[in-house]
């Protein structure tokens, strides 16, 4: 959240001063749609296929965390739950899809 405030202020800032109210919202809301769709759509999915996980599992871990520990629990959230997921796959189960939600990549049909 801070990081979306520190990335939206300054430009918009900036619009309102050089170029006045009306482009100064403009980039307001611009910007912060941009943030939106990348902190809830696309840093989970790059997270999940970096990290082997399921976007909903990366998401979740960042939430988790980020509620435990602030803003280092997020930024450490999907680092912290990679080594789980290493864990997991070392003792593989015979049924697996149990952890089909949280290891997409991982389960062998």
């Known amino acids: 959240m801070s990081r979306s405030i520190v990335a939206v202020l300054p430009p918009t800032l900036l619009a309102l001063i050089f170029q006045?109210?009306?482009?100064?919202?403009a980039t307001l809301v611009g910007l912060a749609i941009i943030q939106v769709i990348l902190g809830n759509f696309v840093d989970p999915r790059l997270q999940g296929r970096t990290l082997k996980l399921s976007p909903f599992v990366a998401l979740l871990s960042i939430v988790f965390w980020g509620w435990v520990w602030g803003?280092?629990?997020?930024?450490?959230g999907n680092s912290g739950f990679n080594?789980?997921?290493?864990?997991?796959?070392?003792?593989?189960?015979?049924?697996?899809?149990?952890?089909?939600?949280?290891?997409?990549?991982?389960?062998?049909?």
């Open 20 to 25: 006045g109210i009306g482009r100064g919202v």
């Open 71 to 76: 803003i280092p629990g997020a930024l450490l």
């Open 83 to 109: 080594p789980t997921s290493d864990i997991i796959d070392f003792h593989k189960c015979e049924n697996q899809c149990q952890y089909s939600l949280v290891f997409p990549d991982r389960v062998q049909q």
